[in-house]
């Protein structure tokens, strides 16, 4: 079983001495979690890779979770291992792999954090969840919530459209509609809320939110331990690439694996704090103000204190990170799309967005062991892909008028 051992702050060594104390009183930092993981051997870790249970929570002793019984589970985990061939030739790329989380319950990488999050809630006594958010995050917490018999509250900010909150319905969440500026107003109510109310946070700043950890687990299953060169994941908040690092350096404690892949944050270069502070080899990460970016599912110009942990756990894996651009990004979602049949939001798109410039920099070799993380659905935001006046034009049902378009040049065939 997970033996979770007392939240701990990795800068200061505060020691917390309740089970929902979040934040460091001293420095602010967010509190890790520890899982006392020392006594699994390779046997342990065969039979878990063998287990029929194909969702994350085969990795049960990994994850700071002690009731198998408050497991909150859709099946998540286990997401196809793409070996990208087409797409790889077409980038320069011989061996370009894509992990696609677009097929994750609710569309995106935050259910494997909401799950082991919300088995959290369920095993501490909470009733009610709460998330602030526009998007992947507000859906996954409302499905998880849902399946666990919680009420989930949603915030967002005035003006967000309904076709970003719908997910969240769909699934029961109270939706609060908060006027105010998402990074001032509305997360000072949610700060200020949670603390009133006693709902469940379920912000990355929670340090149960462990699941992204899986990511290390399942390559070194889907690779037979024989681990890529390296692992590009898109960032905003860093969570991702720090829990992946962590799950890696778990498994080397264990010698269950001789090497980790270098890990590589791919940012929006509207968004991009971490990408900032790996070039300018800072040692903190100096938040930014946020421009729009098609990528929106990482427009995040403050990381918080997530940040610096995902900039060392590059730095210590010898990866990079680096920043591309709307139109690197929109170039990518196109040929993730027509040349390997996976249709993924922008987000998502940047991972290989950034395989395509480093392989251009000669960053990474042509006969490198590539995955690139697709983090997020293409339909959670469909109207990435741009679809002309023309090509809605209906034609009359007739041959001649199919043969016309076809004369046209309007039909790809
Ligand atoms: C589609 C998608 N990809 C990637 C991320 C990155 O998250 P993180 O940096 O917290 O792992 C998010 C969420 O913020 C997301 O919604």
Same mark, same amino acid.
Not at 360 to 375: A, E, P, W
């Given at each position: 079983? @997970?033996?979770?051992?007392?939240?701990?702050?990795?800068?200061?060594?505060?020691?917390? =001495?309740?089970?929902?104390?979040?934040?460091?009183?001293?420095?602010?930092?967010?509190?890790?979690?520890?899982? /006392?993981?020392?006594?699994? =051997?390779?046997?342990?870790?065969?039979?878990?890779?063998?287990?029929?249970?194909?969702?994350?929570?085969?990795?049960?002793?990994?994850?700071?979770?002690?009731?198998?019984?408050?497991?909150?589970?859709?099946?998540?985990?286990?997401?196809?291992?793409?070996?990208?061939?087409?797409?790889?030739?077409?980038? @320069?790329?011989?061996?370009?792999?894509?992990?696609?989380?677009?097929?994750?319950?609710?569309?995106?990488?935050?259910?494997?954090?909401?799950?082991?999050?919300?088995?959290?809630?369920?095993?501490?006594?909470?009733?009610?969840?709460?998330?602030?958010?526009?998007?992947?995050?507000?859906?996954?917490?409302?499905?998880?919530?849902?399946?666990?018999?919680?009420?989930?509250?949603?915030?967002?900010?005035?003006? =967000?459209?309904?076709?970003?909150?719908?997910?969240?319905?769909?699934?029961?969440?109270?939706?609060?509609?908060? !006027?105010?500026?998402?990074?001032?107003?509305?997360? %000072?109510?949610?700060?200020?809320?949670?603390?009133?109310?006693?709902?469940?946070?379920?912000?990355?700043?929670?340090?149960?939110?462990?699941?992204?950890?899986?990511?290390?687990?399942?390559? #070194? !299953?889907?690779?037979?331990?024989?681990?890529?060169?390296?692992?590009?994941?898109?960032?905003?908040? +860093?969570?991702?690439?720090?829990?992946?690092?962590? @799950?890696?350096?778990?498994?080397?404690?264990?010698?269950?694996?001789?090497?980790?892949?270098?890990?590589?944050?791919?940012?929006?270069?509207?968004?991009?704090?971490?990408?900032?502070?790996?070039?300018?080899?800072?040692?903190?990460?100096?938040?930014?103000?946020?421009?729009?970016?098609?990528?929106?599912?990482?427009?995040? +110009?403050?990381?918080?204190?997530?940040?610096?942990?995902?900039?060392?756990? #590059?730095?210590?894996?010898?990866?990079?990170? #680096?920043?591309?651009?709307?139109?690197?990004?929109?170039?990518?979602?196109?040929?993730?799309?027509?040349?390997?049949?996976?249709?993924?939001?922008?987000?998502?798109?940047?991972?290989?967005?950034?395989?395509?410039?480093?392989?251009?920099?000669?960053?990474?070799?042509? !006969?490198?062991?590539?995955?690139?993380?697709?983090?997020?659905?293409?339909?959670? %935001?469909? /109207?990435?892909?741009?679809?002309?006046?023309?090509?809605?034009?209906?034609?009359?049902?007739?041959? !001649?008028?199919?043969?016309?378009?076809?004369?046209?040049?309007?039909?790809? #065939?």
């Amino acid at each position: 079983m @997970g033996i979770v051992n007392n939240l701990h702050c990795p800068k200061c060594a505060h020691r917390a =001495t309740s089970r929902i104390e979040f934040q460091c009183p001293l420095c602010r930092s967010i509190l890790e979690v520890e899982v /006392e993981i020392g006594h699994l =051997t390779r046997a342990d870790f065969q039979a878990m890779r063998q287990s029929r249970d194909r969702s994350i929570w085969r990795w049960f002793d990994f994850f700071p979770v002690e009731d198998r019984s408050c497991i909150v589970s859709l099946g998540e985990g286990s997401t196809p291992l793409i070996n990208a061939r087409r797409l790889g030739e077409r980038v @320069g790329l011989a061996n370009l792999y894509l992990k696609n989380d677009t097929v994750l319950p609710t569309g995106s990488l935050k259910d494997r954090s909401n799950s082991v999050g919300i088995s959290k809630a369920k095993e501490l006594g909470f009733t009610t969840t709460t998330v602030i958010s526009t998007g992947n995050a507000a859906a996954s917490v409302a499905a998880y919530s849902a399946a666990a018999g919680m009420n989930s509250v949603v915030m967002v900010p005035a003006g =967000t459209a309904s076709s970003k909150i719908i997910q969240a319905r769909a699934y029961g969440a109270s939706v609060v509609v908060i !006027d105010g500026n998402f990074d001032l107003e509305v997360a %000072q109510l949610y700060k200020a809320a949670v603390k009133e109310f006693g709902w469940y946070d379920c912000l990355s700043s929670n340090p149960y939110r462990e699941g992204k950890k899986s990511y290390a687990y399942e390559l #070194v !299953d889907q690779f037979d331990e024989q681990l890529p060169d390296w692992l590009i994941h898109p960032t905003a908040g +860093g969570t991702g690439i720090y829990a992946a690092w962590k @799950g890696f350096n778990e498994l080397l404690s264990l010698n269950l694996i001789d090497r980790a892949p270098r890990l590589v944050v791919a940012q929006s270069a509207a968004a991009a704090p971490i990408v900032d502070a790996f070039e300018k080899n800072l040692a903190e990460i100096v938040p930014v103000v946020a421009r729009q970016t098609v990528a929106e599912s990482i427009q995040v +110009g403050n990381p918080a204190s997530l940040g610096w942990r995902a900039l060392a756990a #590059v730095r210590e894996s010898r990866g990079s990170a #680096v920043a591309v651009n709307d139109r690197e990004t929109l170039e990518a979602q196109y040929l993730i799309g027509s040349k390997a049949g996976i249709f993924a939001e922008p987000a998502a798109a940047t991972s290989v967005a950034a395989a395509i410039k480093l392989r251009k920099l000669s960053v990474i070799g042509k !006969d490198d062991v590539v995955v690139c993380n697709l983090t997020g659905h293409g339909l959670k %935001q469909p /109207e990435s892909i741009p679809i002309t006046e023309r090509e809605l034009q209906p034609i009359a049902p007739t041959l !001649d008028a199919l043969r016309e378009k076809l004369r046209k040049g309007d039909v790809d #065939v």
